[in-house]
């Protein structure tokens, strides 16, 4: 089945404390995002990534990375997280990008706590 | 600072009605215009996508009109039907770029 993998799907940490969420995608997608979900602020884009070693910024990269060694794998990380990251994220992939025809695949979310 | 508006944040339809949301953006640098569904517990799935070369796209009961002079566009749910009581979110892509920015989301409610 065609998916868009996350993990962990709920994940509640401490200030601070570095954490990865994965992202795993099983249909040779060159295109692959992050976003994060906030209440009344809809969806932000964090980071993309358009192939292997390449990625590029969003609307908000502060306090993330991100890293395409892989085709399918599209890692998060929060090297010291803060609570305003609080929120929940997802991830994506497309077959080229975001384009007429191009179809975007959410996986199921990560719900983030900062404590 | 929000580059996408959509309006209004809830929407509450009768079974068969019409349902509208709207959006607005400023960057000109925008070219092209999705729609997003969500519904509780998944992530978003894209519903309908246009371009500002055309005025008018319609997919089923989902329509997208659009006016570029304007900058504005708006997302049309014809015999709105429970089923169809979800968030939605329009977006824009930034030209040249694989950037998008979405807006804040309408919350839809179909009542029967």
């Known amino acids: 089945e065609a998916q868009v993998t996350q993990n962990p799907r709920y994940l509640i940490t401490v200030t601070g404390k570095k954490l990865t969420v994965t992202c795993s995608q099983n249909m040779n997608h060159e295109y692959m995002s992050w976003y994060r979900q906030d209440p009344g602020l809809g969806l932000r884009q964090i980071y993309y990534?358009?192939?292997?070693?390449?990625?590029d910024k969003g609307d908000v990269p502060e306090g993330y990375k991100v890293s395409r060694k892989e085709k399918r794998n599209f890692p998060l990380i929060l090297e010291s997280p803060s609570p305003n990251q609080t929120s929940l994220y997802f991830c994506?992939?497309?077959?080229?990008?975001?384009?007429?025809?191009?179809?975007?695949?959410f996986g199921s979310g990560t719900q983030l706590s900062v404590l | 600072q929000q580059q996408v508006k959509q309006s209004p944040q809830s929407l509450i339809v009768q079974k068969g009605g019409i349902s509208i949301i709207n959006c607005a953006y400023e960057?000109?640098?925008?070219?092209?215009f999705p729609w997003y569904q969500q519904f509780p517990g998944k992530g978003p799935a894209l519903l309908i996508a246009i371009r500002p070369d055309v005025s008018e796209k319609k997919e089923g009961r989902f329509t997208i009109s659009f006016n570029k002079s304007a900058k504005q566009f708006s997302l049309h749910i014809m015999d709105s039907q429970p089923g169809d009581s979800a968030t939605y979110f329009c977006a824009a892509r930034n030209r040249g770029y694989q950037k998008v920015t979405f807006g804040t989301g309408t919350k839809l409610q179909v009542i029967p």
């Open positions: 960057n000109t640098a925008f070219d092209y």
């Open positions: 990534s358009m192939n292997v070693e390449v990625t």
């Open positions: 994506a992939s497309s077959l080229t990008g975001i384009d007429t025809n191009e179809k975007l695949f």
